[in-house]
């Protein structure tokens, strides 16, 4: 029998569900469509311009995850690195050489430097010609990296250090602060996102070791603090220009606040639906879709990427279609084209890797049944 889910085992329980929000969410940013001029629809257009917020979610889980992972498993720091390059970089690297075989085909050109750069995540770290392409695939990558060291800061003689948590946190803020003021200012949207993957891990913590004490499943504190980093949030996106929040990062900093309360609602809601979800077939099928884009979400996040990227650079030139043309609704089912494709490629993708998913998943719910 299903005990009563505490705040943090709602979120292990509906993990898929949430990384598929996040992906649909960023999709949602990445595609071509503009509606700033309508709006009575603002409730989506604010939506849309907050989508990068998905990729805050995704550090969020993956620290989360990760933790829960590595206390059952006690895993050795060989094997953990091992088993997250196998899932990541085979899938990545026949993405990039597609990306680049499709690039071929419409510039006639492609640069042997720019393809290892890419491949190796330099072009991430070096900004190498300013471009963000794939970018989350290297910017996880250094927090995989980090992740035994981080684990073994905070848990000194097998006992989790809180104090220890806020320190690195204030650190990693110190570092993204620093990169403000300096030219490695493109290094704010990992630098940042080091304390949402380090807020997953003490969540992780706190759901590991069933404390429920914490201030954190709060109801009241968590809409408290929600509310004012969507407020914060509001405020950076309409009364700034592209330029500052680029050049400062400010458009990522209010997801310190907004991500941990939002995967709660999120899962919370969920749980509320639970037994919809066995009587209505339609709520089902919406649960298992949210489900399917969560178990796949590395390899949807990279095709649409490249399919958004290149596709409508590839219909205008051998279809003459003229797709860069400015917004108008005639992109909405362009764009629902394209993600369908990268939701149905998305599974042979990863048949392709003959990768094996991580028990992770597995091993939360069951401490979730106990």
């Known amino acids: 029998m299903m005990n009563k889910p505490t705040p943090f085992s709602q979120i292990?329980?509906?993990?898929?569900?949430?990384?598929?929000?996040?992906?649909?969410?960023?999709?949602?940013?990445?595609?071509?469509?503009?509606?700033?001029?309508?709006?009575?629809?603002?409730?989506?257009?604010?939506?849309?311009?907050?989508?990068?917020?998905?990729?805050?979610i995704f550090f969020f889980i993956s620290g989360f995850s990760l933790f829960a992972g590595w206390h059952q498993n006690r895993y050795t720091v060989v094997k953990f690195y091992k088993q997250r390059f196998l899932r990541?970089?085979?899938?990545?690297?026949?993405?990039?050489?597609?990306?680049?075989l499709i690039r071929y085909f419409i510039d006639g050109n492609v640069s042997i430097a720019e393809i290892a750069a890419m491949a190796t995540g330099f072009n991430f770290y070096l900004n190498l010609q300013n471009v963000l392409t794939f970018w989350f695939v290297p910017a996880i990558l250094v927090c995989y990296a980090l992740f035994p060291f981080m684990v073994g800061l905070l848990e000194q003689k097998k006992k989790f250090s809180t104090t220890a948590c806020i320190v690195m946190a204030v650190c990693f803020l110190a570092l993204s602060f620093l990169a403000t003021v300096s030219k490695f200012y493109y290094l704010l949207i990992l630098l940042i996102r080091l304390?949402?993957?380090?807020?997953?891990i003490y969540a992780g913590y706190l759901f590991v070791t069933k404390d429920n004490m914490s201030p954190f499943k709060s109801t009241k504190l968590n809409a408290a603090l929600l509310c004012v980093g969507l407020l914060f949030?509001?405020?950076?996106?309409?009364?700034?220009?592209?330029?500052?929040?680029?050049?400062y990062g400010l458009w990522w900093y209010p997801f310190l606040l907004i991500t941990f309360p939002l995967c709660?609602?999120?899962?919370?809601?969920?749980?509320?639906?639970?037994?919809?979800?066995?009587?209505?077939?339609?709520?089902?099928?919406?649960?298992?879709?949210?489900?399917?884009?969560?178990?796949?979400?590395?390899?949807?996040?990279?095709?649409?990427?490249?399919?958004?990227?290149?596709?409508?650079?590839?219909?205008?030139?051998?279809?003459?279609?003229?797709?860069?043309?400015?917004?108008?609704?005639t992109r909405i089912p362009e764009y629902t084209v394209y993600t369908i494709m990268a939701l149905g490629l998305a599974p042979l993708l990863h048949k392709l890797t003959f990768f094996r998913r991580s028990s992770a998943q597995t091993i939360i719910k069951k401490q979730f049944l106990r």
């Open 12 to 56: 292990s329980l509906y993990r898929d569900e949430l990384m598929g929000i996040a992906i649909l969410w960023i999709i949602f940013y990445h595609a071509a469509i503009t509606m700033s001029h309508l709006p009575l629809l603002f409730p989506i257009t604010f939506l849309k311009q907050s989508g990068y917020g998905g990729a805050d």
């Open 88 to 100: 990541i970089m085979p899938t990545y690297w026949i993405v990039v050489a597609l990306y680049f």
């Open 195 to 200: 304390v949402v993957f380090l807020s997953g």
């Open 233 to 247: 949030l509001y405020l950076i996106i309409y009364f700034t220009s592209s330029y500052t929040l680029w050049r």
């Open 264 to 329: 709660l609602f999120i899962s919370g809601a969920l749980v509320s639906l639970e037994r919809d979800f066995s009587a209505n077939s339609v709520l089902a099928l919406f649960r298992k879709s949210l489900a399917f884009c969560g178990r796949y979400s590395l390899e949807i996040y990279l095709i649409h990427v490249t399919i958004f990227l290149l596709f409508p650079h590839l219909i205008g030139k051998y279809l003459f279609i003229p797709a860069q043309h400015p917004f108008n609704t």
